[in-house]
C-alpha cells in the first residue's frame, strides 16, 4: 500500500444475485483509531474488489463484509503520487501540498476509440502540455461522431435494452486503463458522466437507472487519486434530465465517494447554480474573461473556462479558432487567476478530430499553451484577480498609486459605481488587461489586444521588483527594468498579446 | 440660390444694443405658398446674416424683420449638393435620395489647430476613406491636448469671464472654413456641442449661458447641409449638466434648427436614452458588435459606433489597438448593418495625435476601411440584420432552410428562449458571425475570428446568387459559386477575417 496510490482488495465470491451493479461490499480501513468506510463492487465471474485510496502513512486495519468477507492489515509507505487534486481557495492544489495548475484539453469520446487511436492518443499526450482531459464514460453521438464504440458501460436485457445492473467489465476496465495511463503521464481525468450527445439510449435513462450506474462508477473510480466528476458536459441540453436529478447526483456521489473528489457541472448556455456547497469550482462555456475576477470574487472558487472554443476549422464556430486566439484566451484566464481548457476541431479526412477521438495534435496552439504553463509554473505562487488602481491614469497628480481620500467624491468615480453590470460589463469588454497576483511577490498583466508602446504598473512601494516583457506570440521573455517600485512607467513594443511582469526581488 | 446649398443674405445694421448672440434677425422663405421661418444672428460690425438652405428648386420670395429689414425674391435652381443626410429607417440617405454609408473619423480640436496643421489635415482627408469627422466647438484639454486653440467661441468680459452674449466672429468664421473645405470633400460633420474635457470654463457654464451658445451656433450653422449636432462627446461625464439640461438642449436645438439635421448624444459609459423622439441615430462608445441586431430592431434607428477604440499605441486603452482590429471591428459593425467611425492615436514626438489633432495619418487602418467602404457601396442597398436559420445547424434532417414547424417544441429552442439578456449576450459573443442583408438582393456573412474551412449559407430558393469570398486582410475578392440558390455550402480558406458575400444575379 503506498500512499496516494490506489489500493485494491480482490476477493472471490459467488455472484450477486440481484443487481451486480450494486452488490453489497462494505469496507473499513483504520489508522490511529480513525475510520474510513468505502464500498466495494462486483467486478465479474465472482470476483469482488475493494478499492481504497491511503491519504496518510501507517499501518492500515480493514474489515470487509456484505458478498465477501476477509478482514487484515497492510503498512502504508511513502508513495510517488501527490493525492487529489483539491480546491484552495480559488485555485488548485494536490492533496500533499504540491502545485497543480489545470492545463487541459478535451477528448470526449477518447475510451470509445479503437485501441490503435487510443495508443496514438496517449502518444500525443507525452508530447503535448497538458495536465487534465475531460472526456465522458459514454460514448458520442454527433457530427464526425458516427462510429460505433468497441464496448459500452452495460450489458442489454432480453429486450434490447441496457441493463445497467450488469455492468460491462471490460468497459470499465478499459476505462479504468486509460484513466491510469493519463495518470502516469501527470494528467488528471475530469470524467463526465452524463451527456446529450447520444443515440444508444444512455442520456435517457431513467432516475433509477442513473442512480445505479452512478453508483457503481463512483464505487470502482472513487480510489483513483487522478478523477475528477464532472457531473456533465452541457447539463442544461440533457433534456431527460432536472434541476432535482442533478441535485440528488450531487448527493449520490457525496454519499459513493469518501474522499471528496473535485465535482463540478458543465453547461451550454445556463450556467448551473455554482454557489451550491458540493460544486468545487466552476466548469464554463463561454469567453467572457473580463467577468473572471468577478466570479472568482463572488464564488470563492477556482473557475476554469472549460470551453472557450476550439483551435481548428470546422463550420461550427465553436470549433474554428485560431491557434493565436486559443492561446490568447488562455492567457486573458490565467492572467486573471482563472484557468482554460484547450480542444481542437481540424477538418480530416479520416473523421479523427482531436476534441472528440483524440490521435494527432494539429494545432499549432499546444506549443502556446505550454510556453504559458511554463511562464506559470514560474510564479512564486497562484495568481488572484488583481486590481490595479487604475485611478491614477484619470487623476495625474496621484501618479503614486494611492487611492486619494475622497475617492468617491469624484464624479467620474461616482459615476462608474453606478452603472448597472451590463455597463459595467460593456466597460470592461473594451477596456480590460487581465491583471493577477500573488500577495506581494508577483504581479502580472496581460495586454491582450491593447498594443501600448508605453505603459505603467502600479507596484507596492514596500518591494522591489524586475519587471520582464513577454511576448506570447514569439514566446520571448525579456527583462524591461530591475529595482521597479511604487509606480513605473516603460515602454513597450507596440504590439498586440503582450504581457509583462513584476516578480519581487525584495 | 442653389438647391442644397447654403444661401446667405449679408444686411448692415447698427450693432445689437444688448446681446450679440441672440440679436432678433426673423427670416420667412416662402416657395409655392409654404413658408420657412429661419433665424438670422449678427455677425460683428454692424453686419447681420440670415443664411437658408433650399430643398427645392424654384422662385423663393423672402422677407427679413427685426433688428434689419428686407426683402426680395430669389431663384433657386439645382447645384450639385445632395442635401442633408437623414436618417431612414436603420440606416442614412441624403435629402435627395443618394446613397450615404457613414464612414466617420475623429479629429476632436481639429478647428483649435494652427492653421499649418489644420491645412495639413484637410490634405489628408482627401486621400483617406472618411465621410465624416467628428470634431468639436470647443477646444480640448487632456492628455496630449495641452495645446492653446488660436481663438475662442466667445469673447471675454472684464472679469475675464467668458461672455457668451459676444461671440467671437473670427472664431465662427474659422468654424465654419473647416465644415465648408470638409463639405467640399464630400465629409460631414458630426458637430460635437459639449464636453468635459475643459480647462477654460466651457465645460461649466450656466444654463443660461448654454442656452445662448446653442442658438446662436444653430442660428449660424443650420443652413450648412453636412452638419449633423453631437449634444456630447461623452455627455454622462459632463457633470456640470443634468438630464434634465440634454433633453432642454434637444428642444433649444429643435426650435432653432428649421431643417432637423441628426442629432445623436454620445456617452461615455452610460448610454443616452436613444428612444426620445428627437434622437436620429445612435451615436455608441462599446464594442459590442453583436448586440448590433437587438438595437437596431429595439431602437428602430440607424447605429453609429461613434467610438470602438483607436488605431494607436498609447497607454490608454481605448487607443491601442492595431489597425487589423480596427478593421476587423468595422467589419463587424457594417456587416451587422452598423456603423463606425475611426480614431488614431500614435505616440508621436510632436504631440500631433489625429484624434485630437488631426495631421497626418500614420496607421493602416484607413486601407482597411477604404475595402470596406468600396464593398459596401457595390451593394445594391442598405444593409440590414440577418438572421440566418442556424437551426438547420443543429437540425442536420432539414437541410433545405426551412424552419421546422415545431421548432419551438424541439427543446434546445426552448432553453434558447428561456435565456436572459445577460446568458443570450454571452452566447453571441462566442458564437456570433456579422450577418446582414439587404432585401433578398444581398447577403453577407463575416465570420471574424472565426477561421472555418467550410460553411454554408441558408439563401432563398427563389433566387440565384453569385457568392464571394473576401479577404478582409489581404484585401482581395473572388468567386466561391455562381448560382447559388437555397441551402449552399462552400469551402473556405481556414483563415481569419474573411467574410462571403451573396449576390442576386437571378
Not at 489500493?7 to 474510513?36: I, M, R, W
Not at 499501518?59 to 509507505?77: F, I, L, N, P, R
Amino acid at each position: 500500500m503506498k500512499q496516494y496510490e490506489v489500493f485494491e482488495l480482490v476477493l472471490n465470491g459467488q455472484p450477486p444475485e440481484g443487481s451486480e451493479a450494486l452488490a453489497e461490499v462494505n469496507a473499513v480501513f483504520s489508522l490511529d483509531g480513525q475510520e474510513k468506510e468505502v464500498k466495494g463492487f462486483y467486478d465479474g465471474n465472482g470476483v469482488y474488489k475493494v478499492r481504497f485510496l491511503p491519504e496518510k502513512c501507517g499501518v492500515y486495519s480493514w474489515k470487509v463484509s456484505g458478498a465477501v468477507v476477509d478482514e487484515g492489515t497492510e503498512e502504508c509507505v511513502p508513495g510517488d503520487g501527490h493525492g487529489l487534486v483539491r480546491a484552495e481557495k480559488t485555485h488548485f492544489v494536490y492533496e500533499d501540498g504540491s502545485r497543480y495548475i489545470p492545463f487541459g484539453t478535451t477528448i470526449y469520446a477518447l475510451v470509445h476509440q479503437e485501441d490503435a487511436l487510443v495508443r496514438e492518443t496517449m502518444e500525443s499526450l507525452k508530447k503535448a502540455p497538458f495536465n487534465k482531459v475531460r472526456h465522458c464514460v459514454f460514448p458520442k453521438s454527433y457530427e464526425f461522431n458516427q462510429n460505433e464504440p468497441p464496448c459500452f458501460a452495460f450489458e442489454k436485457d432480453g429486450d434490447g435494452k441496457w441493463d445497467v445492473n450488469r455492468p460491462n467489465y471490460k468497459f470499465w476496465e478499459r476505462l479504468e486503463k486509460a484513466i491510469l495511463e493519463l495518470a502516469d503521464m501527470g494528467i488528471e481525468t475530469d470524467l463526465i458522466l452524463f451527456h446529450p450527445y447520444d443515440r444508444w439510449g444512455f442520456a435517457t435513462m431513467t432516475a433509477e437507472e442513473n442512480e445505479i450506474y452512478l453508483r457503481y462508477a463512483i464505487r470502482r473510480l472513487a480510489a483513483f487519486p487522478s478523477v475528477w466528476w464532472s457531473m456533465a458536459n452541457e447539463y442544461d441540453i440533457c433534456f431527460a434530465k432536472t434541476v432535482e436529478d442533478w441535485a440528488r447526483f450531487e448527493e449520490i456521489i457525496k454519499e459513493e465517494d469518501p474522499y471528496g473528489h473535485l465535482l463540478s457541472n458543465h453547461y451550454c448556455m445556463k450556467p448551473y447554480d455554482n454557489s451550491r456547497e458540493n460544486i468545487t469550482h466552476l466548469s464554463m462555456q463561454n469567453i467572457l474573461f473580463y467577468k473572471a475576477p468577478q466570479w472568482i470574487r463572488e464564488y470563492k472558487k477556482p473557475l476554469i473556462y472549460d470551453e472557450c472554443c476550439y483551435e481548428g476549422d470546422i463550420h461550427l464556430s465553436w470549433g474554428n479558432i485560431s491557434a493565436e486566439e486559443m492561446v490568447h484566451r488562455f492567457w486573458c484566464a490565467y492572467c486573471d487567476g482563472a484557468f482554460a481548457t484547450h480542444g481542437e476541431t481540424f477538418l480530416s479526412d479520416d473523421d479523427v478530430l482531436w476534441w472528440a477521438k483524440g490521435g494527432k495534435l494539429k494545432g499549432k496552439s499546444p506549443e502556446g499553451i505550454a510556453f504559458l504553463r511554463e511562464v506559470m509554473e514560474s510564479l512564486p505562487g497562484a495568481l488572484e484577480p488583481w486590481d490595479e488602481p487604475v485611478w491614477t491614469l484619470y487623476e495625474p497628480d496621484l501618479q503614486d498609486g494611492d487611492a486619494p481620500a475622497d475617492l468617491m467624491e469624484n464624479p467620474f468615480f461616482k459615476l462608474h459605481a453606478s452603472l448597472t453590470e451590463a455597463e459595467r460589463d460593456a466597460l470592461n469588454l473594451k477596456d480590460s488587461a487581465y491583471c493577477g497576483h500573488y500577495e506581494e511577490k508577483a504581479f502580472i498583466k496581460y495586454y491582450g489586444i491593447q498594443q501600448p508602446g508605453r505603459s505603467c504598473m502600479f507596484l507596492p512601494k514596500n518591494h522591489t521588483y524586475r519587471i520582464e516583457l513577454i511576448d506570447t506570440r514569439e514566446r520571448k521573455k525579456s527583462v524591461l527594468m530591475n529595482g521597479a517600485s511604487g509606480t513605473v512607467w516603460f515602454d513597450m513594443p507596440g504590439k498586440e498579446k503582450m504581457a509583462v511582469f513584476a516578480i519581487a526581488t525584495s
